[in-house]
């Protein structure tokens, strides 16, 4: 991170640092939706067993690979829980467990911590009430120095109970990584990921990612400082989110058009540029029109305008005369599984023969996914 960069995001996060500060909890509501975020500050969920679920997952699998981890380094070189006044710079462990860093204090010189003998706080220690950044890091371990003049190594670990990682997965280790950064006023580039049923360690270069979390840093700074919540507009995240219920309540009140699922940022964008804000407002444009020649044998494409005139009417339209023609031999697969193990655990088979219908089935509830689906090849291939 250059100099004039580590300034601009300072003096953003300033604006607002003396009365919040930006957590990892913050940072990763923020990621998966705006509103999410801000609701995040002082309301309660009404729940989600989803949300509940995962929840326990990541604290089972936090407690078993920080065990892990801890069991590679001898007891007196690992630390848990230390100090949050702690000097990092003058640490002497190789692994420190369940750390809390903060960082970006107003109150001191903004990126790094207090200078010793300064009044209000020993070494590396921030004021809690003015603290812009913090985040709770899973581990840290550190690399000790190689030679004078060259300081120790400081690498921020994850740990993530899912085999499939994403790209908020990354920026959350990226996140963590800024904050330890700004605590030693240095960068720090690497990070990693432990995860999955084998506890896989994936290295990650946070400094190729330092740019796109400042851009997040900067928007979250935006929406926590603003009185007014931003727009409510239902996502994907929906369904595993604790505030499903009072979101899904208020879109429904406003007759919202995040309500129809598969409508981008950008359409609904378009649509309000024209004075459309609501379902009921975008049913009323659809106009049924007759199809020329030179398209009947195209795909008819997906009219946004008539599933929100469905809505509005509740009921069923179909667009045109639709004919199913099935040729051959018709046959149905069934598959359920878990994809994040890539275990698929039943598999269905079902082939038509006239009137009747001729079905197959394979069920393993340990990883034989790949011997349940052979088996089901060998018996289509002989019929």
Aim: with cysteine; proline share 4%; hydrophobic share 35%.
């Amino acid at each position: 991170m250059s100099a004039s960069q580590d300034v601009i995001l300072r003096a953003k996060i300033r604006e607002y640092a003396a009365a919040m500060k930006i957590t990892s909890h913050l940072f990763e509501a923020f990621l998966k939706c705006p509103t999410k975020c801000y609701l995040a500050l002082g309301e309660t969920g009404s729940g989600n067993e989803y949300a509940e679920w995962v929840r326990t997952q990541d604290e089972s699998y936090e407690r078993e690979a920080a065990r892990r981890l801890q069991e590679t380094v001898p007891e007196p070189e690992r630390v848990v829980a230390p100090s949050v006044s702690e000097n990092l710079k003058t640490a002497k462990w190789r692994l420190a467990v369940d750390l809390v860093a903060q960082a970006s204090s107003p109150a001191s010189s903004g990126s790094v911590p207090l200078a010793e003998g300064t009044a209000g706080g020993t070494p590396g220690e921030l004021a809690d009430e003015t603290s812009a950044l913090q985040s709770r890091l899973h581990a840290v371990e550190r690399i000790p120095s190689e030679g004078r003049g060259k300081a120790a190594q400081f690498i921020p670990i994850r740990f993530i109970f899912r085999n499939k990682l994403t790209q908020d997965d990354r920026l959350l280790l990226a996140f963590d990584a800024q904050v330890l950064s700004q605590l030693l006023g240095r960068e720090v580039s690497l990070g990693k990921i432990i995860h999955g049923d084998d506890h896989a360690t994936l290295k990650v270069k946070t400094s190729a990612l330092a740019g796109e979390v400042r851009k997040r840093l900067e928007k979250t700074a935006a929406l926590l400082s603003n009185p007014a919540p931003p727009d409510l507009v239902l996502n994907r995240h929906c369904v595993e989110c604790e505030f499903q219920a009072r979101c899904r309540k208020i879109a429904v009140e406003k007759d919202d058009l995040s309500l129809l699922a598969g409508l981008s940022a950008k359409e609904r964008q378009k649509l309000r540029s024209k004075g459309i804000f609501t379902v009921t407002q975008l049913s009323y444009t659809f106009r049924p029109r007759r199809r020329p020649k030179r398209m009947r044998d195209k795909r008819e494409k997906h009219h946004l305008a008539l599933k929100a005139l469905a809505i509005r009417e509740k009921k069923i339209h179909i667009v045109g005369s639709p004919e199913l023609k099935i040729e051959g031999t018709p046959v149905y697969l069934d598959v359920e599984g878990l994809p994040d193990r890539d275990f698929y655990y039943l598999i269905g088979l079902r082939i038509g023969h006239g009137e009747s219908a001729v079905q197959h089935s394979g069920a393993q509830y340990e990883k034989l996914s790949e011997r349940c689906a052979s088996s089901l090849r060998i018996r289509l291939f002989k019929l």
